[in-house]
């Protein structure tokens, strides 16, 4: 399985994420994340955020409750430099994490 994986947000922008190995989550860069799940037709987004510092782990907390309902569930990351980035690709993500219930198609946050 490749360690890159794409969402489409809201927008229609597409975003590129790692899925983490290892030591990757100890650093203390900024990114956007994305909790997903990997699915038979693709990847299921299920919550995006963002963080100045991945090494302090606030991601922990909700990954954990993820997957307490999808124990299959990953944490993946977006290097960017800019917070005002980060925040605008997590609130174009965010939307579409939030209506787990609803069909949702490439277009709507399942990885491409």
Known sequence: MSRRVEF?????DTYSFLRLSGDDALRAIGVTYVIA??????WRLLRA???NNLAEKSWAK???????????AELLIRLNVSRNI?????ADLTPIAD????EQGP???QGL
């Open 86 to 90: 980060r925040e605008a690709e997590a």
């Open 37 to 42: 799940e990997a699915a038979a037709d693709g």
């Open 62 to 72: 909700p990954l954990a409750e993820m997957r307490a309902a999808h124990p299959t």
């Open 49 to 51: 955020g963002h963080t």
């Open 8 to 12: 489409r947000g809201q927008s229609g």
């Open 107 to 109: 277009a709507a946050g």
């Open 99 to 102: 209506h787990l219930g609803a």
